[in-house]
């Protein structure tokens, strides 16, 4: 479903990717594992069109999307891609429910459409007592629940995460981990992911390994 192809970036002298290609398959939970400056993170931005590479070609279910650019390349991203970080991100002023459903109402969806949507997807998610809570009032576990509802609620073709457990503790960061996984299994959601966590990198389909802006054997 995910294909990239020959990615390169430079920032001045320094070359953090020379030249990565992979595939990711519909439903499939991989990791990209590897010591710091290895390149993980900002591959993961460049396939999720948070940078540009210097060089490459990445298609999503054969859109050619390193042609997209401006509105159209925003657009996009922002109907079949999700995002997870290791921090939430969450607008505070916004209530749990309104943080996920801004995606969908920049996608211009319904309103009400959307709400019931990020209701559904909250409850899911064990937090249907926390819709009117605003960011300060949860926990950590509970605001990086709200943040993958957020990814999830454009119903996109994978959801990339860049260390989502990084900022948790050992409890949260394995009832995340489990949560990827029953995503996977119960609606074939596809993951790509970043992490050093080795419990959340061994629960993956498949682990890509990277040094020295490369992925290696």
């Known amino acids: 479903m995910l294909v990239a192809r020959d990615i390169t970036k430079q920032y001045g002298q320094l070359q953090v990717l020379k030249g990565v290609s992979l595939e990711v398959k519909k439903g499939e939970i991989a990791a990209i594992v590897g ?3 290895a390149g993980k993170s900002t591959l993961l931005h460049i396939l999720g069109t948070l940078d540009a590479p210097g060089r490459g070609e990445i298609w999503l279910n054969n859109e050619a999307v390193h042609q997209l650019q401006g509105k159209k390349l925003a657009a996009y991203r922002n109907t079949h ?6 921090f939430h ?5 916004f209530t749990a429910l309104e943080n996920v459903c801004i995606p969908g109402w920049i996608a211009g969806r319904k309103r009400k459409d959307v709400q019931t949507e990020a209701t559904r997807l909250l409850t899911l998610l064990g937090l249907s007592h926390r819709l009117d809570n605003k960011p300060q009032a949860l926990s950590g576990g509970e605001q990086q629940r709200v943040a993958v509802a957020r990814a999830l609620i454009n119903q996109p073709d994978i ?3 860049d260390e989502p457990t990084g900022n948790l503790d050992s409890t949260n960061a394995r009832e995340l ?10 609606f074939n959601q596809t993951f790509l992911i970043v992490t050093h966590n080795e419990e959340l990198a061994g629960m993956s389909d498949r682990v890509l390994h990277m040094r020295d802006g490369q992925i290696v054997p």
């Open 159 to 161: 959801v990339f995460a």
């Open 81 to 86: 891609m999700g995002f997870v970080f290791q």
């Open 35 to 37: 010591s710091s400056g």
């Open 177 to 186: 981990h489990d949560l990827f996984v029953r995503l996977r299994n119960e």
């Open 89 to 93: 991100h969450l607008l505070p002023e």
